[in-house]
Every structure is written in structure tokens, then in C-alpha cells.
């Protein structure tokens, strides 16, 4: 089957222009509608924890049935349905269980959609990084229009444009075709016996350390910079800044994967992580330093994202990569992801934004550890 790849690539830019929507602005909205820190905190830690079941339940399904595509189709529908519920309440209680039960179908659409490209990829996974180039290409897209259209217009119009975009990505979805996993021999072995390598635990450990770091960055970022006197239209500039390095790195990747081994790239990754939250926390009113900062996205996330997609085909195979992407998706997304939100929400007030992004950068320097000690020693330059 040939690679069908300008619908991949146009589910991955309408997926992450809905997240372009969503990351940035989301919290000025809930700060608009009147919740607190530790509330915006708290509702941001209910959107990420489902990720801890959603995407293992949707992945077991997956897997048993052997059809990615279908449940990404219905999830991405239920998605959109259950997100309309943010227009008819504005009360916490309210926005707690529409968040709660929309983010369990939004959050099983990825892993699932990761899953299915490295299969229609068969055996070239390292061809993954110019197909999900096009996703950090949707979300500059949205940043940088939502912002500048946020800046004229009221923030109450984001909810629209959040459901209109995740209605696209459905249609998206609606247009992508199925790809069946190619067993192998060496795809026979038992969930098990991969779920208990050492290896795989400090794998998940690692990313789920990185996700608790990007915790303040997801949920605070553009508050943070509001506070230090940054427009909406420069946030969005700041944040595209970000994802548009992660675009050239995504176009070198494959290129990067054949001279360095994925557990040298992991260290670099880790190391520029620690760098990245010291530089948010020291250098946010100099303008050079947080551009620098907003480069660095292009390590702390692609360079990591892209590894871990390598790693998992490695760990998982493709008998078992829909429920491989789940538990990546619920350790680090999920787990590290609520951690993250949490701590970043009660500590906000308390402590300042400056020391919540020193927390994040001493939480890398943990990560950095446990990559040096536990993962990858073994992996290769370049899969395929």
C-alpha cells in the first residue's frame, strides 16, 4: 500500500491547529470566565487525566479489532459533540465534567493516529518526522491567527473556533484510509514481556519527568507572559516561534537519525530541557532570551517526540503498537501531564511563576539522570 500522505499530514495539521487553538489560549479564556488559578490548574489537570485511561482503553479496542481509523472517527466526532457543552454553562462544576468527558474521546485520537501512520510507514518509521511536520505547521497557523484575531476580537468567540477546527479534524479523519498492521515473527511475543523490561520503565519514567516539566509551559505560559506585559498577537508569535524551529528540526530529523544514535539525541533533548524552563524562569522581560527560550521547543519537545516514536517501534512492534502509543500517551501526556498541570496551578500563587519553571528545570535534571543511567544504551543510528 503507498503511503497516503497528504491526508496523513492534513490530519496531523488540523489535529495540532486545534491544540494551536487550545494551549495558548484556553487559560486566558478560563481566567476571562472568572476561574482562579488553582481552578484553571485544576481543570487543566482533569483535560490530561484522562489520557491516563482513555488512551489504553481506546488502544486494547484498537489492537483487538485491528481498525485504528474507525475509533479515530468516532472518537473525533464524540469529541466535537461533547465540546459544544462549554457553550451552555460557565460554572466550574459544570466546565470540570464537560472537560472530563470530551478530553475521553479527544484524548484517544492521537496515539491512535501515531499508531496508524507507523503502520501505512511499515518499515520506514523514520519517514514519521515529515508527516507530522505538517502538525506543528497547523498549530503556527493557529497561533498566529488566533492571536492576532484575539487581539481585535473578544476571547468569548474561542470556544467556536475551538469546536470548528476540531470538526475539521474529523473530517479529516473521515478521509484518511485504514492501514492494517504487518506481522512479523518477532511481533509474536507477549504484552508482558515488554511492559516489564527495565528499559521500557525508565523510558516512561523519562517522559513522563518531561511531561510534569512542561506542566507551567502548557497551563501558564501565556499568563505568564501576559503578566510581563506581552500582547496576545506577540504570545502568538512566541509560541509559533516555538513550533516553527520544531518544523526545521522535524525536516532534519531523519537526516539527525542516521548520524546519532536515539539515546544521544534523548541526552541532548533532556539537557536543552533544563536550559529551556532556566530561561524562562530568569529571562522572560528580555525579548532575545525568550525567543531563545521558544527555539529550544524544537529540542524539549520534537527532538524528544521523534525518539520516542523510534523507541516504541523498537519496544512494541506492530502487534502491539496501538497499545505501545496508549501507554506513552497515558505515562507521560497523562500522568506527567496532570502532575504537571497541578503543581503548576497551586504553586502559581504561591510561589510565583519564575520558581514554578526553576521546579521544572530541577525535574529535567532527574530526567537527565534516569536517561543516562536506563535508556537506549543499546539503540542504533537511524531505524530502516
Known sequence: ???????????????????GAFLPFWSLYLKQV???A???????????????????????????????????????LLSVLCFAG???????????????????????TLP???AATLFHLQAEPQRYSQIRLW???????????????????????????????????????????????????SDTGGIWQILLKPELLAFLLVYMLLQVAHGPYYVFYSVYLKQHGYSATETGLLWASGVAAEVLLFMAMRQLLKWLSPRTLLLFAVLLSVVRWLLIAEGVDSLVLTISAQI????TF???????????????????????????????????????????????????????YIIAALVCCVALLITYIGVARQSRPGLG
Open 1 to 19: 500500500m503507498s503511503v497516503p500522505y497528504w491526508r496523513l499530514s492534513g490530519f496531523y495539521f488540523c489535529y495540532f491547529a486545534t491544540l
Open 34 to 36: 472568572g476561574f482562579a
Open 38 to 76: 488553582t481552578e484553571i490548574g485544576e481543570l487543566t489537570a482533569f483535560l490530561v487525566a484522562t489520557k491516563i485511561v482513555a488512551p489504553n482503553y481506546w488502544g486494547w479496542l484498537a489492537d483487538k479489532t485491528g481498525r485504528n481509523l474507525r475509533l479515530i472517527r468516532i472518537t473525533s
Open 86 to 108: 462549554f457553550l451552555y454553562r460557565s460554572d466550574y462544576l459544570w466546565f470540570a465534567a464537560v472537560t472530563v468527558i470530551f478530553s475521553f474521546f479527544w484524548n484517544a
Open 112 to 114: 491512535q493516529f501515531e
Open 135 to 185: 502538525g506543528s505547521i497547523g498549530f503556527i497557523a493557529a497561533v498566529l491567527g488566533i492571536g492576532r484575531f484575539l487581539d481585535q476580537f473578544s476571547i468569548a468567540y474561542l470556544p467556536w473556533i475551538i469546536g470548528s477546527l476540531m470538526l475539521l479534524n474529523w473530517l479529516m479523519a473521515l478521509m484518511t484510509p485504514e492501514a492494517r498492521p504487518r506481522l512479523t515473527h
Open 296 to 299: 529550544l521547543h524544537a529540542a
Open 302 to 356: 520534537g527532538v524528544a517526540h521523534v525518539v520516542a516514536m523510534q523507541l516504541l517501534y523498537q519496544y512494541f512492534g506492530e502487534r502491539h503498537q496501538s497499545k505501545g502509543q496508549a501507554l506513552y500517551s497515558s505515562i507521560s501526556f497523562g500522568l506527567g501531564g496532570m502532575i504537571g498541570s497541578l503543581y503548576s496551578g497551586y504553586f502559581w500563587d504561591m510561589l510565583g511563576g519564575r520558581l514554578v
